[in-house]
């Protein structure tokens, strides 16, 4: 099983809709993990931080399933300025304080 | 406000060159990272280092080097470079202490071109 595993997409969703990515991982010792936002030839720049089940930031939410060893990012009210890829970041297995980038999942917000 | 910067944002080498690509970061992070993105792999770990004198090697690191003499730099070094290194190459840093530990912040990036 690959460290973190994304649907690479395309998502293509109407403005205001919710639309939800899943990123699974192999590790089930990770404690912290990780959503960036990259833009079309930019860096990526983080999304947000999820340490414990989950966290909420307006209409983000991120939410860790154990468990199932899965981490998801849900957008609610799709604005056109939401449309990115999305990187999942997983702590990675192999040495302290590295990480490993999903493929990402690509994100397009349709008028 | 702190940053980090990456300098050349572009650049043009030909095949065998020593190239050298900079990166400078003022948050006064321990940790900095050398990655590149070519389609279809995402980001690729080339180097890495804790602390100052501190270096180690990701997954891609052949053919490239790097040196940490201070907190702020860490400059990657392609000796010989070849076309197969041409990328966009990010460079990126964390605090290495405290809850946020593991949070990276990336550079704008560079676009090189090996011809």
């Known amino acids: 099983r690959k460290e973190v595993e994304q649907d690479p997409g395309p998502f293509n969703v109407p403005e205001g809709a919710t639309v939800a990515f899943n990123c699974t991982y192999s590790?089930?010792?990770?404690?912290?993990f990780f959503w960036y936002r990259q833009d079309c030839r930019k860096e990526p720049k983080l999304l947000m931080s999820?340490?414990?089940s989950g966290n909420e930031d307006g209409r983000f939410t991120a939410q860790l399933n154990r468990a199932s060893q899965y981490i998801s990012l849900l957008i609610r009210d799709s604005k056109l300025s939401d449309s990115a890829t999305y990187l999942c970041?997983?702590?990675?297995?192999?040495?302290?304080?590295?990480?490993?980038f999903g493929i990402g999942t690509k994100l397009q917000v349709i008028p | 406000d702190a940053e980090i910067t990456q300098s050349p944002r572009h650049k043009i080498t030909e095949t065998g060159r020593q190239v050298t690509l900079a990166c400078h970061q003022t948050?006064?992070?321990?940790?900095m990272f050398w990655y590149r993105q070519d389609l279809g792999h995402g980001l690729r770990l080339i180097h890495y280092?804790?602390?100052?004198?501190?270096?180690n090697k990701g997954e891609v690191s052949d053919g490239y080097s790097v040196s940490r003499s201070n907190t702020e730099d860490l400059p990657l070094t392609l000796e010989s470079a070849a076309s197969s290194q041409t990328s966009v190459y990010f460079c990126?840093?964390?605090?290495?202490?405290?809850?946020?530990?593991?949070?990276?912040?990336f550079g704008p990036g560079t676009r090189l071109t090996v011809l």
């Open positions: 990126a840093s964390s605090p290495g202490i405290g809850k946020a530990s593991n949070e990276q912040f």
């Open positions: 590790n089930s010792a990770s404690q912290s």
């Open positions: 999820v340490y414990s």
């Open positions: 970041v997983v702590p990675n297995s192999g040495g302290y304080q590295k990480v490993t």
């Open positions: 948050w006064n992070h321990n940790n």
């Open positions: 280092s804790y602390g100052v004198q501190d270096t």
